[in-house]
């Protein structure tokens, strides 16, 4: 797999090849933070989005990522030159091996999004080429969040999607920057929208106003009523509503769910059974509900029974 991304067409092989050659003899100056147990929180800390390399010297995709990873940097440190707006590093994983345990790191190289210090629970899983790399910082370095003109655009939205909207006065006020603190690090779960001034008046009878909007044509709507710039709160809030109790698994997210480092409960399912989806997801609700955070509720329909097995056997400590 890690080849495949390395190596993506015929002929990747001498190209890289060259690369790594012409790297080492004329090696491109690059800012990569090396961090160890004195900086690393400082560091991640700092810096409004992180990229960390988790590598290892004996392994050979390690050492051939070592020249994209610095010459990505590169091209970013063009568009973003501000060092506290992205920042590279790496972690020797060998050396640090406290640290890798930290961030459940078991494979080389793994690239961990930060952002703020709060590490991103999805890892960097494109191709391993700086393009790819590049485009992604830069795609995460873009707004998250969609500026509604119109109160009547709140109608038209994706009923299937969780939306977070925002009613806000000012865009350079401290509760929008909460605001987009927040949706910088969950605008993979749910769509973040915001409204201001005349726009927004409307809906701020008391001042600045957060509302979730849950998925379905008539399911109410809910208010969040902590403090606006409390990000902690803003936080917890809305990573509730997000990140839903039951989650699908899927060839996709399999891997990523492992990660987690959680125990799984597993339905399994036939594709077309919505009654017994149904029944978990209410049972679910209603006596596991503390368990949130604590384990990984998944429904999982039957074609996918191979592929977990395969996760439980590999966490059979649970």
């Avoid at 009923?159 to 949706?183: C, L, M, Q």
Wanted: charged content about 25%; glycine content about 4%.
């Amino acid at each position: 797999m890690r080849a495949a991304a390395i190596f993506p067409e015929p002929g990747g092989r001498r190209r890289l090849l060259l690369f790594l050659v012409s790297w080492f003899f004329n090696p491109a100056r690059s800012e990569i933070t090396s961090l160890d147990g004195g900086n690393i929180d400082d560091t991640l800390n700092n810096a409004d989005v992180a990229l960390v390399n988790f590598y290892a010297d004996w392994c050979r995709f390690s050492q051939m990522l070592h020249p994209i990873f610095e010459e990505a940097s590169n091209v970013i440190k063009e568009d973003f030159p501000d060092k506290n707006q992205v920042v590279f590093a790496r972690v020797d994983c060998d050396q640090h091996s406290d640290i890798a345990q930290r961030y459940r790191i078991s494979k080389y190289p793994t690239l961990k999004l930060f952002r703020n210090g709060m590490m991103m629970k999805r890892e960097y899983r494109g191709q391993r080429s700086v393009t790819a790399i590049a485009d992604y910082i830069r795609q995460q370095k873009s707004n998250p969040i969609r500026e509604i003109l119109s109160l009547e655009e709140i109608k038209s939205l994706d009923h299937s999607k969780r939306n977070i909207i925002g009613y806000f006065e000012h865009k350079d006020s401290d509760n929008y920057k909460t605001f987009e603190r927040v949706a910088n690090i969950l605008h993979d779960d749910c769509v973040f929208l915001a409204a201001f001034g005349s726009v927004s008046k409307p809906e701020r009878f008391s001042g600045d106003n957060v509302i979730y909007k849950p998925p379905g044509e008539n399911a109410p709507d809910m208010v969040y009523l902590g403090s606006m710039t409390n990000f902690d709160l803003a936080y917890a809030w809305t990573q509730d509503k997000c990140v839903p109790l039951v989650r699908e698994i899927t060839f996709e997210n399999g891997e990523e769910l492992t990660e987690e480092g959680l125990p799984f409960l597993i339905l399994f399912h036939m594709k077309d059974d919505t009654e017994s989806l149904e029944k978990f997801q209410q049972e679910v609700a209603r006596q596991l509900i503390s368990e949130k955070g604590r384990c990984v509720l998944l429904p999982c329909t039957l074609p996918l029974i191979p592929f977990v097995c395969v996760a439980f056997e590999s966490r059979k400590q649970y």
